[in-house]
Structure formats: structure tokens, C-alpha cells
């Protein structure tokens, strides 16, 4: 017998399956070229050449042992001391490699950050619409996520809704920018508000606040947007980071955490990262991915892949009639959906060989999310099948 | 603040670290060729050639996407597929690809099969000897390890002890083999009669208890000794495996899960570990060390190295009058201490620079260990200060 806990999980990952297994029927019917699969949030662009570069020169050049062997829980340190000089020149941040743990993938990273801060019954505070996961890490350590309703007008964080819902129990805030499913960047002004908001939490309640930022989308931002480095803006920030989208390695699992030095007990803290990192059986993030992000750190995968694909979707479902934020990173569209029933309206888009998620597995129902991290040419197949869509819901233009 | 349960896993890991910091104190005064670590089990084989072949020619001809994508939480399903042909024609196992999922090392397999099967309040058993990690995994999901005594003439699971300590809340027992730390096979006859009482007390009990066997170690067996395959003794059985010995991959985090069809609930056991392995923050094993292990299932070790380090150090050790299980797997040799105490034994031996481990880091005072994955010359060269650690302890030969 599986555990109770997992119980309703298997139910609901196979409803994820039966989505999976509809778009493999459909393909058997009108052709796999014509079925239009915007559910997942797997990386089209190919890695940079820099990435295939560094395997080959390590394996040339590195001895063997040390590229494929065990190495401090917290990842090899002259990898971790260059990505802290990438990021105390990027951003101007006062971190060492002391700051800095590698981690398998941001999802092993934020799993490590809640192992060593969360006590049972900790609340974790998020903001709609949200990755769906995070609940899933919160209850790992038997936390609760509690989520603030969205502004549905910026997608911003709900700064005003989040001072109600802190309570001394609120362990730590999590953000994720740019954000997955909106594509939304959060803005500086209200990150420095968020900052602010959590120092006087802090102070009424007399707890502390972690300030958690989730940023694998980072590297994706269009239209020259700078996206805004919260780690300095709050004394306990982590930043945990992933190179999944940022080199198009998602399925290597390597990523990192950096925190903030003036956190509260800081040194025992990051002790108890690299103790997290090994006794949750990671152990450590993969040992020759660590050694290519060493030698990858100014390679970047073509961001103008995705542009291209979010102004030509963007620009169509405007013209449709749909109503939607102009994400400016990641790779989603978050419109909304026509009807009320986010899930109806998607089971509809399945007539036209369209795969979408409802904004309901983000908490934000009423929502639908578009994964436009596909071939152009596809997306440019896929457009009569959103007019169809828009023209049955009576969208006009 | 760090979470509670942290707490004291920082100040034991922080003793660890104490040992290494001593380890380089003593290379500085003496020289690093002539500090003796015999701490740590970090392969020292090379991997096999075949490794790095796979990963050149995967590089070129394999589709970039795949190589470094998402793909199934389970793993990729080709590898899977060879994977299973592969234990199907070694073992005779009636397995497929349904029954194999791909993880994250052994580390990360235990932690999906206990985040699957283990409730909290739940027992997990194991035998004395064993690896400590074991106790934080159950840990991580709030329940327990119970530690079967030691049988010290043998170091082979003591099932007469076993007997008593299973109870209706036993949900698991976790057997080594080859064994960390002793380097002991367990024997075929031992394990069946293991299935045997196991099925008595599921019968006894109304319950289901899981088998979980961890065989790290399962490809560094000397002088022609078979190890017994346990997945088809008994229904209820995982079998975790890993390449971080059997290739000297350690650092890579590479592994699978392997389960008996006949287990109860097996489609949704399956299930759940898929889950499991996404909700920890594993997503999946490291997608280019998956292909590089589809292309590398014969590929070995050469295990002579470590039973030329094997037959050096365990002749000695008997020359200088130690008493010691001569071990036929793994890198680990487990002799008794001269006196009760191994903690005081181990800091004796610090004088002739040896660093060894106390065997109540394995649930079994009064011994020591002492990995002997390390250079020939190195080996040579430790021989003399086991020699006086003797003396200082009148063993005589």
C-alpha cells in the first residue's frame, strides 16, 4: 500500500497523463505536425554551442576522478567562486562561494531551502497565479502553502492582499519572476515594497520572514526589460536558480541557491543547506554539468527564439479578441479564458488540436496558460486554430 | 532561524567537518602522500573508457533536445527498456521497462521509495552494521529506523534478532549488500529465509512489509563470489541501484529503482514513485548520464584495483594481529578494535596519521572502518603506521 499522502497525488498526476495520452490520440488521428501541445514548459531552443564546447574540453582536459567523483555536499568550489564573481559583477552583490550551493535544478534547490528552514505547521505565502509544485515542496516538510489572491490587473504581487495574510506564522514568502505562468516581471518598486512589508512583519510579529525568489525564467526577458535582483533588497533572501531555461538544460537537474550574508544566523544556515542538500539524497548537484556551468557563464541560449514565438501568438490573440498581459519573460501567455470555467473553455480548445492548462492549476481560475516554447512554424499552424477558438466564444476583434 | 530537526544534524555534520579540517592540519605538518584517509568511500577507479566514449558519441549523434531535456519523471523509456533486458538476462528477473524508474543516484531512489510507501509513526528495520544516512531518510518523512543487532561472527543479517523487532508498525527492511560498512555478502540462504520470516509476519501482522535492498556495491565483488539477486525471492521487494561505484560516477547522481511486479499495488506503486521522484525535486535522473548508461551496460570497473588494495591492507591487518571478516565486496574492510572504546581506538590512530571511522557511525561499536578506495602506493606506504598502531595496542601476530 503506497502512503496516504501520495494517495491523492497519483490521482491527480494521472489526470496529467490522461491529458498526455489525449494529445498522443489525437496525434494518431490528425497527424502529430497538426496537434498544437502548449501544456508543457520544456525548452525549444537548443543549448548554446558553448555548452557542447566545455563537455568536450573537460573530458580532455580534467582528470576523470575529479570530474565524475563525490565533492563537498555543497558543490565544487572553484565553480561556485566563479559564479559568485558572475553575480557580484552582474549585480553588485557583497557574495563569495560561502554564499552559494549548487543544487539539482531550482525544484532540488527550493526542496533544500524549505528542508533547513520550514518546522511542521509553518505557513509558506505565495502569490496567484503560482507554479503548482510549490504546494507539493511546501507539504514535503509539512508546511502549508497559503496563497494571495492575484491582482488580476498587473499580475504584480498583491502587496496589499499579502499584509493581510502574514501571521506569526508565515515562515517565509515566495516569488517567482519572471514569472511562470504569466511571464510577468515583477517590478523593483514593488519588490522594494514587498521588502519592506516583510521587515515590518518581522518586527510586529517577532519572527523571521524568509523572502524566497524562484528565478529559473531569469534569463529569458524580451524587449531589453532588466529584470530586478532582489537578493540585496532584504536581509533573509534566498535566490535560487537554475540553468534549465537559461542554457536549455532542464532535464540535467543543475542549478544553485545563493543567500543574502545578513541573513540571521547565516553561517549555520548555509551548514544546513549543504546537510539538506545531502540527506534528502541528492547528495550533490551532477558533478560534470557543475564543471560546464563553470566554463558556460556568459553563454546564453537565443532568447529571440521565444520572442519571436510570444509576438506572433501575442499579437494573434489580441486580434482574436483575447485579453491578455504582454508578458515580457519566460515563455507563457496567461490570457483570459472567454468563460468563467477555465476547464471547459480548454476542453473546448481541444477541438481545434489545441492543448492548454487551465489557470486553475495556478490558482487563478478563470485563466488559461500558453507554453509557447515550440517550433515558429508550429505557432504559425496553430493560429486558425485560435481564431476557431475565438470565433466560438463570440471574440471579436 | 534553521528548523529544529536541523539542528542537530548541523552539529554532527559540523564534527564531520572537523575530522577533514584535521585531515589537512596533519597533510600540512607531514605532507598530503603521507596522511593516510581511509574516511571516505569516494571511488578511486577510473571510470571505464566506455564512459567517455558514450558521452562523445552521444554528443554527436543524438538530437540536443533529448540529450539535455524533460522527459518522463521515470526516465527516458529506451534506457529503461535496455536497463530491464539487461537484469532480465544477468538475474532471469520477469521485468520490463513498468518496472524501473531512473533516479538520482541510490540516495535519491531510497528517498522516492520511502516518500511512496512510509506513513509517519511507520518502523523501518535494518541490520547492524549499517550505512548512517539510512536514519535520516526514514527521518525525512517522520518515521523511524530500528536497528537489528549486530550478528558479529558473521556481519550476515541476524535474523533471530530480526524475528523480535518486527512489529505491525514495520513497514520496511532495508538490507546492504555488499555491505557498507563491513564489505560482507550477504548469503543466498540467509536472504530467502529473510523472505520467508517476512511473509510469516505479513501473514501475522495483516500487513504488507516492504523489502528494500541497497546495492550500491553490487558490481565490486572479488574472487568470483555471486551476489545474490533478492527482486524475485520475495513480492514485496525494491531493489535500488547505482553506477556511482559499479562506473565511478559518484559525483554524476545516477541510479534506478527496480521493483517486483507481484509487489501489492504494483501499477500504482510505480505511479507513485514517478510522482515521488518529481515532488522531492529530483523532476528526474541527469538526462545525459541516462543515454550515457543506455550505452553502457557491460561497461565495468576494473575491480582488480580495489582487491589488490583488498589483499594488501586485510593481510596486514591480520599480520599485525587484528581480527577481520575477510570481505568479498565493496571497498570497506570492518575490523574489532583492540579496546571497547573506538572512538578513543580512532583518535589513537590520528598519531600515525591513519584516519579511520568509528563502527558506532554504523550502529556497531567496538569496531573500525576503513575504506581502501584509494591509490596502491598510498596503501603501501600506510602499512608501517598500521604496523604501530598495533604495537601501541600489544595485538600480537
New interface residues.
Partial sequence: ??????QS??AN??AIRAMFEEGKKMAAVVGAENVFDFS?G???A??PAA??EA??NI?SEEP??L?????NNSGYEDVRKKIAESIQSEFGAAITEDNLIMT??A??????IF?????PGDEVLTFAPYFA?YR??CE???ASLTVVPADLNSFQPNLQACEQYITAKTKAVMINTPNNPTGVVYQEAVLRELAQLLLAKEKEFGT?IYLISDEPYRKLAYDGVKIPYVLEMYHNTFVGYSYSKAL??????IGYIVANSQM??FK??M??L???N????????????QRVIGRCLTAEVDVNIYKKNRDLLYQHLIECGFSCIKPEGAFYLFPKAPIADDKAFCNAAKKYNLLLVPGSAFGCPGYFRIAYCTDFDRIQRSLASFSKLAEEFNLSN
Avoid: C, Q, W
Fill in positions: 500500500m503506497i502512503a496516504n499522502k501520495m497525488l497519483v498526476s494521472s508543457l520544456n525548452p525549444s537548443e543549448p555548452v557542447k563537455i568536450l573530458l576523470v576522478n570530474v565524475h567523483g563525490y565533492m539539482v535544478g525544484a532540488g534547490g527550493l526542496n533544500v528542508k533547513t528552514i520550514l518546522n509544485e507539493n515542496y514535503n516538510f509539512n523571521d536549455s538544460l532542464a532535464g540535467e537537474r540571521v544566523d549555520a544556515t551548514d544546513a549543504n546537510v539538506a545531502r540527506i534528502l539524497g541528492f547528495v550533490n548537484a551532477p558533478s560534470l554539468f
